[in-house]
T-cell receptor, first 119, second 111 residues
Framework: GAVVSQHPSRVICKSGTSVKIECRSLDFQATTMFWYRQFPKQSLMLMATSNEGSKATYEQGVEKDKFLINHASLTLSTLTVTSAHPEDSSFYIC???????????????FGPGTRLLVL | KNEVEQSPQNLTAQEGEFITINCSYSVGISALHWLQQHPGGGIVSLFMLSSGKKKHGRLIATINIQEKHSSLHITASHPRDSAVYICAVAKYGGSQGNLIFGKGTKLSVKP
């Protein structure tokens, strides 16, 4: 089946530093990748939708200058948390969707997630 | 009111029991996903369905589009099934397959 990886799986950083999280589709080309955030005991919340070769679309309330998304290739999207603060500590999950066809509905393959702790 | 509601929120079962987790939604959808989130956080996609019923091993997912309801069943439950099970819907006509997630059902299966 389709595999999506994330790196790193866990990161601890100091307040004010920037952190980059990578999301890769390992065995398929992902035309669209999604970035989600999950706070403890909460549902996943979509942060942004990333299409290869174009600017990401951010959900309301998500600062695009703080959460920089780059989808430079069909297998890689990166999320950079700039000037991270303790309130950015969360579980960040990406998912990837391959090219759709009329036979296949919305299929998203989820990465394992990255746990960010900002001290 | 949330657009996706799951019940129960928490469920404890004995090994071997038949388990049912329910999901109701209030919007038109193009697809419904059942996901499993392990204690470490990683998410596994179990099913994606838009009608009828799907089966994979001990897992069965059903959906009734008219009633806007889906169920996830686990037969012969095992402690390794302990996880959070999440229902998520792809809103019909929504942008780029944006999923709306339920809050999850935490399942604990005791040996």
């Amino acid at each position: 089946g389709a595999v999506v990886s994330q790196h790193p799986s866990r990161v601890i950083c100091k307040s004010g530093t920037s952190v980059k999280i990578e999301c890769r589709s390992l065995d398929f080309q992902a035309t669209t990748m999604f970035w989600y955030r999950q706070f403890p005991k909460q549902s996943l919340m979509l942060m942004a939708t990333s299409n290869e070769g174009s600017k990401a679309t951010y959900e309301q309330g998500v600062e695009k200058d703080k959460f920089l998304i780059n989808h430079a290739s069909l297998t890689l999207s990166t999320l950079t948390v700039t000037s991270a603060h303790p309130e950015d500590s969360s579980f960040y999950i990406c998912s990837a969707r391959g090219p759709t066809s009329f036979l296949i509905l919305e299929t998203q393959y989820f990465g394992p997630g990255t746990r960010l702790l900002v001290l | 009111k949330n657009e996706v509601e799951q019940s129960p929120q928490n469920l404890t079962a004995q090994e071997g029991e038949f388990i049912t987790i329910n999901c109701s939604y209030s919007v038109g959808i193009s697809a419904l996903h059942w996901l499993q989130q392990h204690p470490g956080g990683g998410i596994v996609s179990l099913f994606m369905l838009s009608s009828g019923k799907k089966k994979h091993g001990r897992l069965i997912a059903t959906i009734n589009i008219q009633e806007k309801h889906s169920s996830l069943h686990i037969t012969a439950s095992h402690p390794r099934d302990s996880a959070v099970y999440i229902c998520a819907v792809a809103k019909y006509g929504g942008s780029q397959g944006n999923l709306i997630f339920g809050k999850g059902t935490k399942l604990s299966v005791k040996p």
